[in-house]
């Protein structure tokens, strides 16, 4: 599946909640912090 083609059902809100988590998890160290980014994404995308 192509990864572009998720993103434009997503409303802009979504997409820059989605770039900001993202961007927390490169700035992230731990595993913890990358889980709970993970779980931030799913809600997001899945929702």
Same mark, same amino acid.
């Given at each position: 599946?192509?990864?572009?083609?998720?993103?434009?059902?997503?409303?802009?809100?979504?997409?820059?909640?989605?770039?900001? &988590?993202?961007?927390?998890?490169?700035?992230?160290?731990?595993?913890?912090?990358?889980? &709970?980014?993970?779980?931030?994404?799913?809600?997001? &995308?899945?929702?």
């Amino acid at each position: 599946m192509n990864p572009y083609e998720t993103t434009k059902y997503l409303s802009d809100e979504d997409r820059k909640q989605l770039k900001d &988590v993202l961007q927390q998890m490169l700035e992230s160290n731990t595993k913890e912090e990358i889980e &709970v980014a993970l779980c931030q994404i799913s809600k997001t &995308v899945l929702h």
